[in-house]
């Protein structure tokens, strides 16, 4: 009981100076690679030295703490996550993950538990993709696999480039362009993320913690164009050519396509963000013309994903050809599934049972670092914590009762997985 | 045949002359109370004076050309439209109607046709909203009914007020802002128009000339805004209040409507004309939580309005209710039905027959000086003549001898309903 108090304790008074130092009201900015990110990371590997932790980092800046095991050439597990945030978010969305793995760290230690194997906790950089329009900058720069052109790309509220910056906070980021990699995917046994809930699937069915299915892929058209005719507000209907009405259809016809795969019991998910007729050519009396919007489709399968393509294909053909109109769809960007490791997942359920805090099994709704190292072909699982008022905003709240059984499921999976024999 | 050949040639050279006066790549400009509008008001007057009309003019500058008839003290008759033009419109929309008038005048002269009361053409001001967003500028101020605050509108280019346009061009915005009129309602026994159709039902059906039943009232709702909820893109269906999604609900129950009532065979049209997420909160990632559009909902029954008007709401409740989002509706407009008069509507349908003329009856698709005659209590009645291409835009196209089928009707209705005994 005194060690749970302990680390309780310890987990508070992290997250209470992690939100000062990320004061920005309303809420919290912690600006990746710059003052705001900074000061998170000072924060944290502070407390890691205080536990004893090896400090490392890496041309990204990335934060390595490791608690050494019993054999240093055995595949070391990581647990880790994002240590920004979007500006003026929450406090918990990233630093959860990682305050969860000085937890498990702190727990280990306190329980004289030594691991067969070494254990890194990972304080990843720059995840949130508002910032720079990149995603994963800091855990794909680790694993060597930032995309190209990303070191050039500027902050949107700098207006300097990401190599910049990372040079700034004492990163490398020639070694990045080269692809230099600090970790190699084959000397990972495991790469395990605790991260909040950005839905409220847990706060409904009422359970602290799930246990994640998948990180979706998704295939995304970010700046489709539907071509129709602007006209005068006078003509019948049999004549427009309604870009405005061709987007509208689409989005039922996608609304409708959504209902029937959560019918079946299939998890996906659609967004249509943008969705606006012409700024400069719209009025009150011009049937619109030209209509734009953008789409993101989301799933855990890829053959769901493979289908769902299909049907928004023969959905825009359909509207064609019954409307008069042609939809410029542009660019097409894809990302895989990142599949959660099965025997991890069950190890992580087995842990439950053992502690017997009640899960849900869970396809993480939103996007994670797990996901760039899953695509490396690390062995990945995910723990999701109950959160109230979603993410990205001031208003997430994460109760420390719900955090702290997801930190005691984290560890319980660490002890029992990696125990020293 | 001689003389509708004289006939043809007077309307062909004012057409080419009031192109020329009005050129403005691609198509004409004959912006209101400034030079291209200037220009074919000279024009026009110039025509009229070698036909022996009397010109007149009042403080909104408005054209009077009058053919005097028999009897002085009886209620006269005005044949007229508007002179000015969209920016980079066509020749015929509005000029038809004034050039339609001397033609019909001309052959009055031609055939020694005296009428039992004065004729007046009259060239009307400011008609195309565009410029000033004001409608029926010209013909509301002869009426003495220019709405409160127009004489201090900035027109969209010139940033100068309407009052000080029609000072400009030799009118006294003073006698305008004291609702002094120049004609008495009371003492006009008709006003026709003829306008070019603003939609293809006369290619469609293969007609000439349409005969009017009616100018549309509307309701209308400039700026609606649906509040829901801001989201991240992970969140599940059944979470969402996504007001982009509660948008094209709407839309495409009014589609369904509008259909509903097209299968009744029951004239109307609605319009969004502007659908838009917001540009400064929309994103690829992020559920919309607010939505904007405009509606313009038109019909030629008040009572089918008012029908209307009840299903709108009743649609807004129900989207609402399914997906937890609020239509805050803004402003509200509304313009009555312009009914045409039967037995003017009558008379053109028996001139017609005598003609030989095959005619549409067809609902006026968009609104028309007319329709300002008509809600001061002047019998009225229209005239469309077929036009492909649709019109404000130079790409509209009437052919010379759909013109000259509308003007012989025009004129067969002023010596038969006119006649002196």
Redesign the interface.
């Known amino acids: 009981m005194a060690a749970v108090t302990a680390q309780w304790e310890l987990a508070s008074s992290l997250f209470d100076q992690l939100r000062r130092d990320g004061l920005d009201e309303p809420g919290v900015s912690r600006d990746p690679y710059g003052a705001g990110e900074q000061r998170a990371h000072a924060t944290v590997a502070a407390v890691a030295r205080q536990l004893g932790l090896e400090i490392e980092g890496d041309a990204a800046v990335n934060l390595y703490m490791t608690l050494r095991g019993r054999d240093a050439s055995a595949k070391r597990v990581i647990v880790g996550s994002h240590l920004d945030s979007v500006p003026h978010g929450g406090n918990f969305d990233g630093a959860a993950g990682v305050v969860a793995g000085l937890v498990a760290v702190a727990a280990l230690r306190q329980s004289g538990t030594i691991l067969d194997r070494d254990l890194t906790v990972m304080g990843i950089r720059a995840e949130e993709?508002i910032w720079f329009q990149v995603s994963y900058i800091g855990s794909r720069s680790a694993l060597g696999a930032l995309p190209d052109g990303a070191l050039d790309v500027c902050r949107i509220d700098t207006g300097r480039t990401l190599a910049e910056h990372v040079a700034e906070c004492g990163g490398d980021p020639e070694a990045l362009s080269n692809r230099a990699r600090c970790l190699d995917p084959a000397r990972i046994g495991a790469y395990l993320e605790l991260h909040i809930e950005?839905?409220?699937?847990l706060v409904?069915a009422g359970r602290p913690v799930a246990i994640c299915t998948g990180i979706?892929g998704n295939f995304?058209y970010?700046d489709v164009r539907i071509e129709g005719s602007h006209?005068?507000?006078?003509?019948?209907?049999?004549?427009r050519r309604d870009a405005?009405?061709a987007?509208?259809?689409f989005?039922?016809a996608l609304?409708r396509l959504?209902?029937e795969y959560?019918a079946k019991a299939v998890p996906m998910?659609c967004?249509?963000?943008?969705?606006?007729?012409d700024?400069a050519a719209?009025?009150?009396?011009?049937?619109?013309g030209a209509?734009h919007f953008?789409l993101?489709v989301?799933a855990y399968d890829e053959a769901v994903l493979a289908e769902l393509d299909a049907r928004v294909d023969a959905i825009i053909a359909g509207i064609e050809q019954r409307r008069g109109v042609y939809f410029h769809r542009g660019p097409k960007a894809r990302a895989a599934v990142g599949a959660v490791d099965a025997s991890i997942k069950a190890d992580l359920e087995r842990c439950a049972d053992e502690l017997r805090i009640p899960v849900l099994q869970l396809g993480?709704?939103?996007s994670h670092d797990a996901a760039a190292f899953a695509a490396a072909g690390v062995p990945m699982g995910m723990i999701f914590v109950r959160n109230e008022n979603?993410?990205?905003n001031p208003r997430e709240a994460m109760a420390m009762d719900d955090f702290m059984a997801g930190a005691a499921l984290l560890t319980q999976y660490l002890a029992t997985s990696y125990a020293s024999r």
Chains 1, 2 share one sequence.
């Open positions: 993709s950005q839905a409220p699937s409904e979706p995304r970010p006209d005068h507000v006078g003509l019948p209907r049999r004549f405005a009405m987007g509208a259809e989005a039922m609304d959504w209902e959560e998910a967004t249509i963000g943008r969705f606006h007729t700024a719209h009025g009150l009396t011009i049937v619109p209509f953008s993101d989301r993480s709704p939103a979603g993410s990205h």
